[in-house]
């Protein structure tokens, strides 16, 4: 437009054998640009030279577009992660009197995990942010063995204790609100702080290590004894079922009521676990699982609650998947605290010690990817003799699970 | 107080129960190499059953397999094997194993600007190349001027495809700019004369594809080669479900490996699995 408007007003007089009309404007209407017209001033930069300077525009535009990009995919190393599990209880009265029991909210977890990983390594912290404090739950500092694709590494700090299956498995993927009875007896808190390796190869899991022993629920930041425990599990993946077995060594210090002094006690562990998926039900996929563990000297605080003291249990667990967002699971479990010693009563109460099997039912429905409602209902029974009597402790959970 | 909960339970269920999956409509999602290949088999499907409706979006492979895991693609498109993680996840979440169809072959393709006069070069030298070893093309029997990398997204399968076979799970120079499609690096490419990148056989077009050498021969990515497994970058293309096919998604798998289907794979530029 601007190139049109000068180009007029410097148009060059016409020959004279040319008609004057059809290069004259108009007598009456005196020659002005347009409006809008732009005017080019003498010595202003040509069309060809205002092109290019645009297109070097356009390239630096690239050029930091790329360079933010670079700094975004740095960044894309870095993963923050967490969920909150909001709860609902009810526990049925104790009792005909209606002592006992409870109808209460909690939140029972509020993880927050940050991961970053690179070629080589690997940060990963996180904690739990609950109504009874804020807690270290996870860090670990992770070398991936160069040359491996990431498949062998090696981990130092506070992490899971490599043994079975459902003492590692992240609790925002249990269908159920709880491990079982004997995980928590056996693994109470899951996580240690120590050193492992974790080598995959093909179908084969490896992992194992060297720990304090006595766990993040020992009530101590600092192991109390020299002693460490060795804990591994060698596991297979056949992707539709899977499975390990798993080990634990190790001492632990404490004193029986027939010790003069402080002594070792054998702290020990087998177990063994098994998963399998099939893809036979129209409505959705099918899991079993089981695990059965064995061991002696255990639970929480300072594990000498139980010191040399001989227990197993197992669960079987059945998930039943319906559609996309919908499951159904249904566990029993069973956990023997003293093995071969004779259940007791305690005036119509049932021993401390006394075996005690639970069966628990959940559905679950997941709205969207970020939340999963569950309602759950657990019938212990604790098993009795004499006049003694299986506790009312039935228990209703229901939860809401928001992730990210 | 029994009775109340067994109430509860009993209505929460029935609440829960699973909503039918809209029949009709199959929605396949990821990988950006696949997107053309996948669209062509969706037209032909859908013109012959004019009921069903495919729906085809990209964003890369990962993107396609965690739309698998949260549910809201029936069909993940992948230029790369999942990986243990995401197929551990997905297991978890719907308690049966991914199921894994190979629906076609790619050679993944380096390419370099019509200008430049290498035409051939070593896996061990595109891996010096792309860690940044290797700066200027002089090196590799090309002209006294500075390579300038160009790479693919960290959620393409063309990306880790990269990673894995050619740079040995090492990490990509940083000096490589990444861009969101290999439709970008070979435009990338084409307008830069020192300009080296990747992608899939089927967008390699108005740019020189380099051959790969091996031992003393050197092999362009033809169908015969890829086919052969002789060109050394070549791969498969995936379909991945959550579990085993059936009704629509199943009847959209046969057709992409029917001959029919397989005839498309080879209009598109690909190689066929069969």
């Given at each position: 437009m601007a190139q049109a408007a000068s180009s007029q007003e410097q148009l060059p007089p016409p020959p004279a054998s040319e008609p004057r009309e059809a290069v004259q404007p108009p007598a009456t209407e005196p020659q002005q640009p347009p409006a809008n017209a732009y005017s080019v001033p003498e010595g202003s930069p040509s069309i060809d030279e205002r092109l290019s300077a645009d297109e070097h525009r356009v390239e630096s535009l690239e050029e930091q577009n790329t360079e933010t990009k670079n700094d975004l995919s740095a960044l894309k190393k870095l993963r923050f992660s967490g969920y909150i599990q909001s709860r609902y209880q009810y526990q049925e009265p104790l009792d005909d009197t209606g002592t006992g029991g409870f109808s209460r909210f909690t939140v029972r977890r509020g993880r927050l995990k940050a991961t970053y990983t690179g070629d080589l390594a690997q940060f990963m912290l996180q904690i739990d942010a609950v109504p009874a404090g804020v807690t270290l739950r996870d860090a670990e500092a992770t070398l991936f063995i160069p040359g491996t694709k990431q498949q062998l590494s090696l981990t130092m700090g506070q992490m899971k204790w490599p043994f079975g299956y459902e003492g590692p498995q992240s609790s925002s993927d249990r269908e159920f609100p709880e491990r079982s009875r004997v995980v928590r007896n056996m693994l109470p808190s899951e996580r240690d702080r120590g050193a492992k390796v974790n080598g995959r190869y093909k179908f084969l899991r490896v992992s194992a290590g060297v720990f304090d022993g006595a766990g993040t629920d020992s009530g101590t930041t600092q192991d109390n004894d020299k002693e460490k425990d060795i804990i591994g599990r060698v596991g297979f993946d056949l992707k539709w079922i899977a499975g390990g077995v798993s080990g634990w060594y190790g001492q632990d210090l404490g004193k029986l009521p027939t010790d003069t002094f402080r002594r070792a006690y054998d702290r020990s562990r087998l177990g063994a676990d098994l998963q399998a998926y099939f893809d036979v039900v129209p409505l959705g996929g099918t899991s079993l699982k089981g695990e059965f563990i064995a061991g002696r000297t255990y639970g929480a605080a300072n594990n000498a609650t139980h010191l040399d003291v001989p227990a197993h249990g197992w669960y079987l667990l059945l998930v039943q998947n319906i559609g996309l967002n919908d499951a159904v699971a249904v566990r029993y479990d069973t956990f023997d605290p003293h093995n071969g010693q004779a259940n007791t009563a305690n005036g119509d109460m049932p021993g401390a010690d006394n075996a005690v099997d639970t069966l628990g039912v959940v559905v679950q429905h997941h709205f969207g990817e970020n939340l999963k409602v569950s309602a759950t209902y657990e019938l212990p029974m604790t098993q009795v003799v004499a006049q003694a009597s299986d506790p009312k402790d039935n228990l209703f959970t229901l939860q809401m699970q928001a992730r990210f | 107080m029994k009775k109340t909960l067994r109430s509860s339970l009993v209505a929460l269920g029935l609440t829960l129960l699973p909503l039918a999956a809209q029949a009709g409509t199959v929605t396949v999602k990821g990988s950006d190499t696949m997107v053309i290949l996948a669209q062509r088999w969706a037209e032909a499907f859908m013109k012959k059953n004019p009921s069903m409706k495919i729906q085809v979006t990209g964003g890369g492979s990962g993107t396609g397999l965690a739309a698998l895991q949260n549910g809201t693609t029936d069909i993940a498109m992948s230029s790369r094997e999942m990986k243990e993680a995401e197929e551990e996840k997905l297991r978890a979440r719907y308690n049966t194993p991914p199921t894994q169809f190979s629906v076609a072959k790619d050679g993944v393709t380096f390419y370099v600007n019509e200008a430049n006069k290498v035409d051939t070069l070593t896996v061990e030298q595109l891996k010096a190349i792309y860690l940044g070893d290797t700066e200027s093309w002089k090196a590799v029997g090309g002209a006294d001027a500075p390579i300038v990398l160009y790479s693919r997204e960290n959620s393409s399968g063309t990306y880790v495809f990269v990673k894995d076979t050619?740079?040995?799970?090492d990490d990509f120079a940083s000096a490589a700019q990444t861009l969101p499609g290999t439709a970008a690096v070979v435009n990338a490419v084409s307008k830069e004369k020192n300009g080296i990148g990747y992608g899939g056989a089927a967008y390699a077009k108005g740019i020189k594809e380099l051959k790969i050498k091996k031992g003393n021969e050197a092999f362009a990515p033809t169908a015969e080669n890829v086919k052969s497994g002789k060109y050394p970058l070549s791969r498969d293309l995936f379909f991945y479900l959550r579990n085993k096919p059936s009704g629509d998604v199943k009847a959209f798998i046969d057709f992409a490996l029917s001959a029919e289907g397989q005839a498309i794979v080879t209009q598109v530029g690909y190689f066929p699995v069969k």
């Amino acid at each position: 437009m601007a190139q049109a408007a000068s180009s007029q007003e410097q148009l060059p007089p016409p020959p004279a054998s040319e008609p004057r009309e059809a290069v004259q404007p108009p007598a009456t209407e005196p020659q002005q640009p347009p409006a809008n017209a732009y005017s080019v001033p003498e010595g202003s930069p040509s069309i060809d030279e205002r092109l290019s300077a645009d297109e070097h525009r356009v390239e630096s535009l690239e050029e930091q577009n790329t360079e933010t990009k670079n700094d975004l995919s740095a960044l894309k190393k870095l993963r923050f992660s967490g969920y909150i599990q909001s709860r609902y209880q009810y526990q049925e009265p104790l009792d005909d009197t209606g002592t006992g029991g409870f109808s209460r909210f909690t939140v029972r977890r509020g993880r927050l995990k940050a991961t970053y990983t690179g070629d080589l390594a690997q940060f990963m912290l996180q904690i739990d942010a609950v109504p009874a404090g804020v807690t270290l739950r996870d860090a670990e500092a992770t070398l991936f063995i160069p040359g491996t694709k990431q498949q062998l590494s090696l981990t130092m700090g506070q992490m899971k204790w490599p043994f079975g299956y459902e003492g590692p498995q992240s609790s925002s993927d249990r269908e159920f609100p709880e491990r079982s009875r004997v995980v928590r007896n056996m693994l109470p808190s899951e996580r240690d702080r120590g050193a492992k390796v974790n080598g995959r190869y093909k179908f084969l899991r490896v992992s194992a290590g060297v720990f304090d022993g006595a766990g993040t629920d020992s009530g101590t930041t600092q192991d109390n004894d020299k002693e460490k425990d060795i804990i591994g599990r060698v596991g297979f993946d056949l992707k539709w079922i899977a499975g390990g077995v798993s080990g634990w060594y190790g001492q632990d210090l404490g004193k029986l009521p027939t010790d003069t002094f402080r002594r070792a006690y054998d702290r020990s562990r087998l177990g063994a676990d098994l998963q399998a998926y099939f893809d036979v039900v129209p409505l959705g996929g099918t899991s079993l699982k089981g695990e059965f563990i064995a061991g002696r000297t255990y639970g929480a605080a300072n594990n000498a609650t139980h010191l040399d003291v001989p227990a197993h249990g197992w669960y079987l667990l059945l998930v039943q998947n319906i559609g996309l967002n919908d499951a159904v699971a249904v566990r029993y479990d069973t956990f023997d605290p003293h093995n071969g010693q004779a259940n007791t009563a305690n005036g119509d109460m049932p021993g401390a010690d006394n075996a005690v099997d639970t069966l628990g039912v959940v559905v679950q429905h997941h709205f969207g990817e970020n939340l999963k409602v569950s309602a759950t209902y657990e019938l212990p029974m604790t098993q009795v003799v004499a006049q003694a009597s299986d506790p009312k402790d039935n228990l209703f959970t229901l939860q809401m699970q928001a992730r990210f | 107080m029994k009775k109340t909960l067994r109430s509860s339970l009993v209505a929460l269920g029935l609440t829960l129960l699973p909503l039918a999956a809209q029949a009709g409509t199959v929605t396949v999602k990821g990988s950006d190499t696949m997107v053309i290949l996948a669209q062509r088999w969706a037209e032909a499907f859908m013109k012959k059953n004019p009921s069903m409706k495919i729906q085809v979006t990209g964003g890369g492979s990962g993107t396609g397999l965690a739309a698998l895991q949260n549910g809201t693609t029936d069909i993940a498109m992948s230029s790369r094997e999942m990986k243990e993680a995401e197929e551990e996840k997905l297991r978890a979440r719907y308690n049966t194993p991914p199921t894994q169809f190979s629906v076609a072959k790619d050679g993944v393709t380096f390419y370099v600007n019509e200008a430049n006069k290498v035409d051939t070069l070593t896996v061990e030298q595109l891996k010096a190349i792309y860690l940044g070893d290797t700066e200027s093309w002089k090196a590799v029997g090309g002209a006294d001027a500075p390579i300038v990398l160009y790479s693919r997204e960290n959620s393409s399968g063309t990306y880790v495809f990269v990673k894995d076979t050619v740079l040995g799970g090492d990490d990509f120079a940083s000096a490589a700019q990444t861009l969101p499609g290999t439709a970008a690096v070979v435009n990338a490419v084409s307008k830069e004369k020192n300009g080296i990148g990747y992608g899939g056989a089927a967008y390699a077009k108005g740019i020189k594809e380099l051959k790969i050498k091996k031992g003393n021969e050197a092999f362009a990515p033809t169908a015969e080669n890829v086919k052969s497994g002789k060109y050394p970058l070549s791969r498969d293309l995936f379909f991945y479900l959550r579990n085993k096919p059936s009704g629509d998604v199943k009847a959209f798998i046969d057709f992409a490996l029917s001959a029919e289907g397989q005839a498309i794979v080879t209009q598109v530029g690909y190689f066929p699995v069969k």
